[in-house]
């Protein structure tokens, strides 16, 4: 008796977790990047720009850690 085995298979088990892992580490490295981003531009605003969209210097790390939500917990209306 003789046992065949096909090399992609094992390749592909072994390949498969680390593309998922990969693929989770880079995207949480571009939410990262994109919170950077924001913090930069929302830190080169002035006080008064700050206040004109509804937010102030010190909730500028919660606002860019939390992009989808209000930090006053108040929610846009959609208009049409």
Same mark, same amino acid.
């Given at each position: ?12 088990? @072994? ?15 571009? =939410?990262? &990047?994109?919170? /950077? ?15 004109? @969209? ?15 939500? =209000?930090? &006053?917990?108040? /929610? ?5």
């Amino acid at each position: 008796m003789s046992t065949i085995f096909d090399t992609r298979e094992l390749r592909q088990t @072994i390949a498969s977790p680390l593309v998922i892992l990969f693929g989770a580490f880079w995207a949480g490295f571009q =939410d990262w &990047r994109a919170q /950077r981003r924001l913090q930069a531009a929302l830190s080169d605003l002035s006080d008064r720009e700050l206040t004109d @969209i509804g937010t102030t210097r010190c909730e500028i790390d919660y606002v860019a850690s939390h992009r989808d939500a =209000d930090p &006053r917990g108040a /929610r846009a209306v959609d208009r049409i």
